[in-house]
């Protein structure tokens, strides 16, 4: 198998890093983030420890960053960032500052969102005020949300998220860092060039569907001859006519596009009311009890605007514990039938 390519800082000496506090607006429950990212399928790339997580960013020449702090409880104390790179200018630094407070949604005041939420919908407010101080968290970019988002289209969280380990694991290029790390690869997805360069049947060999594959190749090839632009930073504007573009490729439609809006560009008045998980976990608050239709979801989000896309991490985050917890009770039964 070929090694994925690597951005390469191997002496410790010529690491650069970088660490300065990032200050939320409002209040921030780390805690509650981690806990999204440790059960969340689409949380590949990312390194978890007991209070942070680091991971590579494709912004330069390949960065890692690091975010971490001791006070895991909703509180306003600034979050740590940490930044290693071969060759951190003040520039650089500045663009990787500014994607870091877009990913984590600090310029936002949570605690304004959270009573908006609770007032309009009492179901929701229920999870809301079991979670106050939970912010939304982004993937790494728009490409890496469009790609989780088309190997999830329709399968299943665990099928989806063994194909999104293989595809880092063949394709993905690494941020290598030396000195410091204990283990000092650090993943990032394969990017477009890499999905021209191997073609369809390597996607393929992955797990995804013919379908799937095509749609990928396709958003890649846009993307190489500079027709589609997923730039993390493309205005409102900008960002619709790309999401539209996106959606005239076969295999991509409006499920797709609202998830690389909301979970890659950060849209979070977006509502992915075709989210099947969502129309299931949500139904259960109906009269009567049922999976919501597309058209039911978009009518019981109307009470949640601006922030359907806030609510809809509410939603997913006490979900993914549910889920968890149903994991964990099961291990629990196995083990005490094997005792």
């Not at 390194?47 to 509180?75: C, K, M, T, W």
């Not at 995804?208 to 958003?219: F, G, H, M, P, V």
Request: charged letters at 20%.
């Amino acid at each position: 198998m070929q090694k994925p390519p690597c951005f390469v800082c191997k002496e410790a000496e010529r690491v650069n890093r970088h660490t300065l506090s990032l200050a939320p607006c409002g209040t921030y429950g780390f805690g509650l983030v981690l806990a999204y990212l440790r059960t969340s399928p689409s949380a590949i790339v990312e390194r978890l420890h007991e209070h942070g997580f680091q991971r590579a960013l494709d912004i330069g020449p390949g960065v890692v960053v690091e975010v971490a702090r001791e006070n895991l409880y909703p509180s306003e104390e600034p979050l740590t960032l940490t930044i290693w790179g071969e060759t951190l200018t003040p520039s650089l630094v500045e663009v990787v500052v500014a994607h870091m407070r877009r990913m984590l949604v600090l310029d936002v005041d949570g605690a304004v969102v959270e009573t908006h939420l609770m007032i309009r919908d009492p179901a929701l407010g229920s999870y809301v005020q079991r979670h106050r101080g939970f912010r939304p968290i982004l993937l790494g970019s728009p490409w890496e949300a469009l790609l989780w988002a088309v190997v999830g289209q329709l399968i299943g969280v665990e099928q989806a998220r063994g194909i999104k380990q293989r595809l880092v694991d063949r394709g993905g290029r690494a941020v290598m860092m030396g000195g410091e790390f204990h283990v000092p690869s650090f993943p990032l997805p394969p990017d477009p060039s890499w999905v021209i360069t191997h073609g369809i049947d390597v996607l393929r060999a992955a797990g995804l569907s013919q379908t799937k594959s095509r749609a990928i190749y396709a958003a890649a090839d846009a993307i190489q001859h500079g027709t589609l632009d997923l730039s993390p930073t493309l205005s409102p504007a900008d960002a619709a006519a790309a999401l539209a573009q996106l959606e005239t490729i076969p295999g991509i439609g409006p499920w797709t596009t609202a998830i690389v809006a909301l979970r890659g560009f950060g849209h979070l008045e977006v509502l992915p009311d075709g989210d099947a998980g969502l129309q299931s976990f949500a139904g259960r608050h109906a009269i009567p009890a049922r999976r919501l239709t597309h058209a039911e979801l978009r009518a019981w989000g109307e009470r949640w605007a601006p922030y359907g896309g806030w609510a809809t991490y509410f939603w997913w985050l006490q979900l993914q514990a549910e889920a968890l917890a149903r994991r964990a009770m099961a291990a629990l039964d196995e083990g005490r039938s094997h005792a």
